[in-house]
């Protein structure tokens, strides 16, 4: 009895399959039927697409080219069961309603061969099988308890089927707006579930800073005097949870960037999360105004040199080495040092390629000389002592405010020091607000490099060149 009921089930998914891929042909039947008339109304409608729209595209031959595209809805409603006709009638009936879209006979004995595979039936309208296929009479009479439902070829009841797949469709659609408002609601109420600042899934902290003072005239002695109030930007990080191994890495930044305590408070990383503040004035300080000079930056100890650095240089000197003959030229080498260096000019690029050349004539630069100049920073020039700090706007106020009052004499009786303060701006330079005397600004690479810090620390993502 076993034995029986899992034949009876395996023969009523294969016969199930087997309709379901009987569905599946007939669509692709009447598809293949229809593009044969629609492959012409396509064609007539690109021939004819500048008059529509036009006085001349309101004729009947394009809006009856255009509904052969269409597949409308019928809404009556019958009094009675209707006659559901067969595929075979639905086929006769489309060709009948579309034959004047037929241009040859060769087309009509396409769509005559179409219905034919679709129906099986020959020329006679006589069934037969196709070939290799066994006769009805081959297969065994099945018991009782094969008894399936199996749908004669001609009586396949084609449109309601397509209901049903039809059907499945719009479930499946209702099901997934479903799941898209649920997932919306979701995310509404995980909104609403937020506490305020402070008691959330972060523990931000909202405890007001205390400020830290400092005398101007501290300002003379340099970072040195100053350490209390600044530190190094490369000493910046924020609030590490011990979950994460390895977050809250500073980062190796030049070291004349500065900080000030005011801004962000270092004893922050060590206790809680911490709203960051936006950087928006930078003070440009310069210790000892008289005694600043101009040097390269490996003099200061900015080297950063790696075997990953030389091999992007190599790919860098063989991309504008063109013809590969082993050497720059001056205009390749322009070419190439305005990307290293962007505020160069051409007469500032001529000069570097001249200290770069190892070349007799200095009219070829090698990839030694050009690695030589990236290491030795030679192409960097920076004032030195020379510091940018990141102020808090109250700071910025109370400093421009000293600055003002000591117009026309030094901020710091009887002491060189000099200052600038600068607003961090979507400008690649950004701008000089005000300025004390003896204030020298810094060669343009310098000013540059500090600017784009502190914008990429303040997480700004948009620059107008």
């Known amino acids: 009895r076993d034995v029986g009921v899992l034949q009876d089930v395996a023969a009523w998914l294969v016969v199930n399959s087997m309709r379901t891929e009987q569905v599946q042909f007939a669509m692709l039947c009447e598809q293949n039927m229809r593009n044969v008339w629609r492959k012409n ?32 809805l019928d809404f009556q409603v019958e009094s009675g069961l209707p006659d559901q006709p067969t595929f075979l009638e639905k086929l006769k009936l489309i060709q009948r309603l579309n034959e004047d879209l037929l241009e040859s006979d060769a087309q009509m004995e396409r769509v ?19 070939p290799g296929q066994k006769a009805p009479s081959d297969f065994p009479a099945p018991t009782e308890g094969q008894k399936l439902l199996v749908l004669e070829d001609g009586d396949l009841e084609f449109q309601q089927l397509s209901a049903e797949q039809e059907q499945e469709q719009e479930q499946e659609q209702e099901q997934e707006q479903e799941q898209e408002q649920e997932q919306e609601k979701e995310m ?9 600042v402070g008691t959330g899934k972060l523990p931000f902290s909202t405890k007001q800073q205390d400020h830290k003072t400092w005398p101007v005239a501290a300002l003379a002695g ?20 011990s979950a994460f191994k390895d977050g809250g890495t500073p980062l190796r930044l030049h070291p004349y960037l500065l900080m000030s305590e005011n801004h962000f408070h270092r004893i922050w990383t060590l206790r809680a999360h911490r709203r960051l503040k936006n950087i928006a004035m930078v003070l440009e300080w310069l210790p000892d105004a008289p005694a600043t000079e101009t040097v390269s930056a490996a003099e200061l100890g900015i080297m950063f040199d790696s075997p990953e650095r030389r091999l992007k240089l190599k790919r860098a000197f063989e991309l504008f080495d063109a013809t590969q003959k082993g050497y720059l030229d001056p205009k390749e080498f322009r070419r190439l040092a305005t990307l290293i260096d962007p505020t160069l000019t051409a007469a500032a690029a001529e000069q570097l390629r001249k200290r770069t050349s190892s070349d007799p004539a200095k009219d070829k630069v090698t990839f030694a000389d050009l690695d030589g100049m990236v290491v030795s920073q030679a192409f960097n020039s920076v004032h030195r002592p020379c510091y940018y700090v990141a102020l808090s706007l109250e700071e910025a106020e109370h400093l421009r405010g000293v600055m003002h009052m000591r117009r026309g004499g030094p901020v710091v009786m009887g002491a060189g020091v000099a ?25 343009p690479l310098q000013q540059l490099t500090a ?3 502190y914008r990429f620390l303040d997480s700004q993502l948009y620059v107008d060149s």
């Open 222 to 241: 340099g970072p040195e005097q100053m350490k209390d109030a600044f530190y190094p930007c490369s000493d910046f990080y924020v609030y590490k949870e």
């Open 41 to 72: 109304a396509f064609n007539q409608l690109v021939a004819r697409c500048t008059d529509i729209g036009t006085t001349n595209g309101g004729d009947a031959n394009i809006a009856r080219c255009i509904d052969a595209f269409l597949e409308r």
């Open 112 to 130: 005559e061969y179409i219905t034919k595979i679709a129906t099986w039936h020959n020329e006679l309208g006589e069934s037969s099988p196709k």
């Open 188 to 196: 509404e109420e995980e909104a609403m579930d937020q506490e305020p």
């Open 419 to 443: 200052l600038g303060l600068r607003a961090v701006t979507k400008s690649l330079e950004g701008v000089l607000i005000d300025s004390t005397q003896g204030f020298k600004p810094a060669p």
């Open 451 to 453: 600017h784009l810090t």
